[in-house]
């Protein structure tokens, strides 16, 4: 059986392709929306944990895609707890977010709206927001996407702390990252290779860009792949997408 592996699940959290077309009650297929008042300290971020997956070659409803994400984002949650502990009696969401890496996202696509609600919301009640994420593309590693979520809201501070390794120690780790240097960074306004201190809005950035040439060649790969194995185009992109 045919196994799609989103790239933030581990292999043996898998999931077969075929689960994937089980219907799931209408209440599962919600997506948690910032609403109401937040709780919790003022002075502490709005946290929402992030997770990303490929669309699937087949037409799959996108509320089942986004509740395939859930064990990812509850893994991604406790790794966050145990760091930083518990988030009781505090605000936080779950926004799983179903596109591709490499991709421009349009602005009025789910997953660019759903970004924004969380940094409308974080502006409306005043309130600093963290964006918490297990791999560097996460979001997306198009520049100029990323620019447009986050460059009408400066007057929000806005954090990603992303759980992933750098390819000098291959240790996963958090690493806290000013969303607005990111931004800022990716319209030309400033080039964070010249200043004089490395950061991890740099570290971001490098990473990011290693992370997408390699989800450019693997998506570039398939066509060969196609010839040289005589499968579809859809069975090869099933086996993929996890990476892309």
Not at 45 to 70: M, N, S
Not at 210 to 238: D, F, K, Q, Y
């Amino acid at each position: 059986m045919p196994l799609f592996k989103d790239r933030n699940l581990t292999n043996d959290q898998a999931v077969p392709i075929s689960i994937w077309r089980t219907p799931l009650p209408e209440q599962a297929l919600r997506l948690d929306l910032p609403v109401g008042r937040p709780i919790g300290p003022a002075t502490e971020p709005l946290v929402v944990f992030v997770a990303r997956g490929a669309p699937t070659p087949t037409a799959i409803e996108l509320g089942q895609l986004k509740h395939y994400l859930r064990p990812a984002l509850g893994e991604l949650q406790e790794l966050f707890e145990n760091k930083y502990g518990e988030l009781e009696g505090r605000s936080y969401w779950y926004c799983p977010l179903i596109h591709k890496s490499v991709p421009p996202l349009e602005p009025g696509s789910d997953s660019f709206q759903s970004l924004t609600d969380f940094l409308v919301y974080a502006r409306t009640n005043g309130r600093d927001i963290m964006f918490v994420t297990n791999h560097w593309d996460s979001i997306t590693s198009d520049g100029p996407s990323f620019a447009n979520i986050f460059k009408d809201f400066t007057d929000v501070k806005v954090t990603l702390r992303v759980h992933g390794t750098l390819a000098a120690d291959r240790v996963s780790e958090f690493h806290n990252i000013d969303a607005h240097r990111v931004s800022a960074h990716y319209q030309g306004l400033i080039r964070l290779e010249d200043e004089y201190v490395i950061d991890d809005a740099l570290r971001y950035v490098v990473r990011v860009e290693e992370v997408r040439g390699v989800r450019i060649e693997i998506e570039e790969s398939v066509s060969l792949m196609v010839e040289l194995t005589g499968a579809s185009e859809r069975e090869m992109l099933e086996r993929v997408l996890w990476m892309l």
